[in-house]
Each structure stands twice: as C-alpha cells, then as structure tokens.
C-alpha cells in the first residue's frame, strides 16, 4: 500500500511541476490558476463524489463505516486542534494564528481524495465525503475564529450548499435509494470525474509557483510548522488510532491520510481576504505541499506496519 501512495505521490510531484511550469512560462497566470481550482472545486469534485456514490454498491456494513468515518474525523479535528495549541505557542512577532491554522486544515480536497481513490478505490472516495463534511463544518467555524478572532456564519452557510455539499447529498440519496445512473451518463461523469487528479496538482502547482520559494526555504520556522503538520501531527495520530481495532483499518487510515495531506489553501485565500500576511501563508502551503510528496507515503508505510503488527 506504501507503494501505491509512494507513486501516486511522484504522479502528483510532476502534475506540480507542470502547473509550476505553465505558471513560470506565462502560460497560466494567477487569474487562471484560480479559475484552474474553481473549476476543480466547483465541478469536477462534485461530480467525482457523486460518481463514488453511484458505484458503490448500498450495504449496511458502509452505512455503519460511514457514520464512523464522521466520528473519527470529528475526534481527529478534536486532537489536533488541541496539538496546535500546545505546539504553536504565541510569540510577539510571530503569525500565530496562520501558523496554528495551517498546522490543523489540511488540502484535503485537492490532495486527499486522489490519494485516497488510488488506495482504496471508490471505498476512498466514500469515506473522504464524510471527512470533507466535517472539514467544511469546522474550517468555517473554528478556523475562521482563529484566523479573524470572528464567526463567518454566512460563508459556513455557503459551504454547506456548496457544490461539492451539494454533490455529497446527491450522492447519499443515489446510495440509499439504489439509484443507478444510465450508461452514457455514467460514462460522462467517469470522464469528468477523471480530471480531478490531474487538474486539482496543476492548480496546486500553479499556487506554489507564486510563492517566494528562495524565502520560504531559508525560514526555519516555515519548517518547523511543517514538521508539526506533516509529521507530529500524523504520527499521533497513528498512535492514537491504532489500538481502535473496532474501527474498520480503511476508515483510519483515510482519515490519517487526510489530516496528514498538506496545509490548506484556505488559508492563503482567507489571509488575503482579511488582510493577514498571506505571504507567510503561501509559504507554508507551499513548503508543506512539496515535502508532503515524501512525509505522506512514509506516514502510510508506518501505519500499515502498525496494523501488520497488531494483527
């Protein structure tokens, strides 16, 4: 399984390269960078979630791991959030609240739900609807208090009828009543569905070509934080979900797998919106992106040894 992630993670290090390429080139702007992610998170995501649901056939046992995959996101959000606090103290001079924000959300959608399907299949996908629903509720509660020290009830209220929202709905509705999508649609909506992988790391790439790298990798604090997400965090993480033998071995590892993917971009796009330092933040999605390629399949290689060794 190690072995998978490892070359999806190599896969998605070229698609970054070329959406680094195209940005560098000119042959994509910033502008088109964002229409690149929209277009992801508007369209093809939604229609991939409810592809997932469509082509998993209904059974109990999924309802179950469903619920337990809210659960266990629900705790893991819990734990980390409780990490950041102790590991991201407060400093004078120091991007507190950036730094903490990024430690905890992580770009789930973009790096999560690809790494996931090439795991486990539409079973991933499954379980990273679940995830995302608890993402979305927490990012826009808890992580907009962090960052603006301010509820956005509005936007929370906008993410959850959002598309991809929207597209999960659907899709529960497709899985509990057993509908089934005719033959062309579903051939079109495979193909759709088809370009999250690709589409989502050339939008990533065309986001970190617009960071400072030089100066992202000469701060050592952007390192540390990284650290913090991609490493201490996934690591408690297995620690913690390993002796929950009760708990199917997918629905823990695709929820390590999804808190232990890179921060989110969230944070870049709300730091703007607030007028925060956003350079900061891009730094970090940044670094965190490029050093997840080789942390993530590492993370996955020491949690199935666990379960091996537990079993």
Known sequence: MAGIILKQAVLMLLLNLVGMIAYRTKIVDAK??????AFVLEIVTPVLVVTAYADVEYQPKLVK?????FVLAAAAYGIVILLAQLLI????????????????????????????????GTEGVFYCTAFL??????AWTHGILLLTGQHDRKALLRKLTSPTMIGIVIGLLLFFFRIHFPELLQTACG????????????????????????RAFRNPRVYYVSAVKL???????????????????????????????PSATMCTLQCQKHGMNDGYAS???AVTTLLSMLTMPLMVKLFTFGQSLLQ
């Open 133 to 138: 629903t608890v993402f979305f509720v927490f």
């Open 191 to 214: 193909y759709v569905s088809g370009l999250n992988t690709p589409l989502g790391m050339i939008a990533s790439g065309i986001s970190v070509a617009q960071a400072n790298l030089p």
């Open 283 to 285: 730094h970090i999605f």
């Open 89 to 120: 103290r407060k400093k004078d001079g120091r991007e507190t609240a950036i730094e903490r924000f990024s430690v905890v959300y992580s770009n789930c959608g973009f790096m999560g739900i690809p790494l996931a399907s090439a795991l486990l």
């Open 32 to 37: 088109g960078g964002r229409q690149f992610s």
């Open 65 to 69: 791991n469903l619920l337990w995959t």
């Open 231 to 261: 490493i201490l965090v996934p690591l408690v993480l297995c620690l913690l979900f390993l002796p929950l033998t009760f708990i199917p071995d997918n629905i823990r590892l695709v929820v390590m797998l999804l808190m232990a993917a």
